[in-house]
C-alpha cells in the first residue's frame, strides 16, 4: 500500500535529448509527490514537486506530469545535460512522511 | 528551502562503539527531522520521524534502542548509534521538515563505517 514504483532502474539519455523517469503509486492518501536528484555521496535535492489537484508542473527544464486517475505520475528532463547525469527519486508523501521510489540512474553522454 | 548541515560526514570506527551523527537546521526552526539510512544504489529507507521535544516515531522494524534519537531543540537533531556493528554500516541522512505538503530539505548524509 505504501510502495512507490519507479521505472526505468536506469537510464542513457544523448545530451539534448529528453529524459523520462515514471512512477505509480497505490495509496490514494499520497498527497504531495517531490521529485528529487541525488548525486553521488550527498545527500538528495528536491528538484520540483506537485499537488494532486494539478496535472502539470514546469520549472525550467523539470516538468511532472500527473495523472491523478491512473495513480501516476513522472519526470520529463528536457535538453538533458551531462551536468544532469545522477540518480532521480520520486516520491510521495502522506501525512507529511515520504515514501520513495526504488530510483533511476540517468546518465546523459556527450 | 531549509539548509541542513550533518556532521560528521564520514566516520569509521571499530564494532561495539557508539556513533553520534548531528543534524543541523540553519536557517528554520525545525519542530520536524527525519532520519533514513541508505544502502548503496538503493532507496531512501525512512528510520524514524524525530519531533523536538518528544521522543521520536520509529518505523516498523527499527530498533528504538539501538538508534537513539534525541530532538532537543529547534535546529539540532541526533542519532546515536548504540554499540554499532558491521552491519550497521550504512549511509544515514537527515532532513527537515518544513510543514504538511511541503518539501523536506536534506542533509549531505554520513557514511558510517564499522570495522
Known amino acids: 500500500q505504501q510502495q512507490v514504483k519507479q521505472s526505468p532502474q536506469s537510464l542513457i539519455v544523448q545530451k539534448g535529448g529528453i529524459s523520462i523517469i515514471n512512477c505509480a503509486y497505490e495509496n490514494t492518501a499520497f498527497d504531495y509527490f517531490p521529485w528529487y536528484q541525488q548525486f553521488p555521496g550527498k545527500g538528495p535535492a528536491l528538484l520540483i514537486a506537485?499537488?494532486?489537484?494539478?496535472s502539470e508542473k514546469k520549472e525550467g527544464r523539470f516538468t511532472i506530469s500527473f495523472n491523478k486517475s491512473a495513480k501516476q505520475f513522472s519526470l520529463h528532463i528536457m535538453d538533458s545535460q551531462p551536468g544532469d547525469s545522477a540518480t532521480y527519486f520520486c516520491?510521495?508523501?502522506?501525512?507529511?512522511?515520504?515514501?520513495f521510489g526504488t530510483g533511476t540512474r540517468l546518465q546523459v553522454t556527450l | 528551502g531549509a539548509v541542513v548541515s550533518q556532521h560528521p560526514s564520514r566516520v569509521i570506527c571499530k564494532s561495539g562503539t557508539s556513533v553520534k551523527i548531528e543534524c543541523r537546521s540553519l536557517d528554520f526552526q525545525a519542530t520536524t527531522m527525519f532520519w533514513y539510512r541508505q544502502f548503496p544504489k538503493k532507496s531512501l529507507m525512512l528510520m524514524a520521524t524525530?519531533?523536538?521535544?518528544?521522543?521520536?516515531?520509529?518505523e516498523q522494524g527499527v530498533e528504538k534502542d539501538k538508534f537513539l534519537i534525541n530532538h532537543a531543540s529547534l535546529t539540532l537533531s541526533t542519532l546515536t548509534v548504540t554499540s554499532a556493528h558491521p552491519e550497521d554500516s550504512s549511509f544515514y541522512i537527515c532532513?527537515?521538515?518544513?510543514?504538511?505538503?511541503?518539501?523536506?530539505?536534506f542533509g549531505d548524509g554520513t557514511r558510517l563505517s564499522i570495522l
Open positions: 506537485i499537488r494532486p489537484d494539478v
Open positions: 524525530s519531533n523536538e521535544g518528544s521522543k521520536a516515531t520509529y
Open positions: 532532513s527537515v521538515g518544513t510543514g504538511l505538503n511541503q518539501p523536506q530539505h
Open positions: 516520491a510521495a508523501s502522506t501525512a507529511s512522511k515520504l515514501t
